[in-house]
């Protein structure tokens, strides 16, 4: 494996950005590369697989695992890990993780895919050498890495357009925020949740919600759940942040109607919603 390496290598930091026109706030659109970088079966698994990365323009990257040749019907866990010090060959460092992927559940035929939006800085470099897709029962057993200090495949590039949502504090809270939303042109839409005055080191809950036939306001329509954010929790101020890749099928039209912000203790407690209607 050593001899395929190349001296220089490229950290996943540099990934080149084409710019086409760009707006980080409010709205606006832009074009960015997209890389690809292929899983190496491990320990004879035979499955195979790979990794998209989309670096955005907001300080975030997309990145969709599409993997298959896995025991079908099981369930797995995938992350990136820094740069180890046990061997020159990232996937044989044993660097610690850095960030991790949602589990996710294979088909019948074995294979399954995960979406994640992250913080590039996160990521970057040595933070980001590689992946592991780990048997979630048994993280020591690894059927698949991909290197990403290996050159990677360009990608045709993908275009997105960006729209910052405002929450509006409910029930006599005093938070305020914004959802930071990017469609891009891959059938994916990446979000980002910036919320200020919560309570502080308290765990939230957010989602994507439908549009509900309880009023014609959507943040008052009390519509089903169309797309979860993970849960997160606010900093020592009652700051959070918390991002999601998710189709833009699942959001579209009146699925996606508003963003509720709920506190994870209590869902019915909400206080911040954005009205994506407007
Ligand atoms: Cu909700």
Redo the contacts with the bound molecule.
Sequence with gaps: MNILRIATVIPAAMLALTIAGCNTNGSGSFTASAKQYLFTPQGGSGASGNAKKVVLLDGSTATTLTVSGLTPLTQYAAHYHAKGTASSSACASGGGITEGFESFTTDASGSGSVKLLSETSKISGSAGAYINVHLASSLATVPLCADLEQAGTDLPAITGTSSDKSFTAQGGSNASGVAKIVTLSDGTKATTLVVTSLQANTQY???Y?ALGVASTNPCQSAGP?TL?FANFTTDASGNGTVRLLGLTAAVAGDLGAY??V?LATD?SN?PLCADLKK
């Design positions: 809950a957010a989602h919600h759940i979860g963003i509720n709920h869902l909400v």
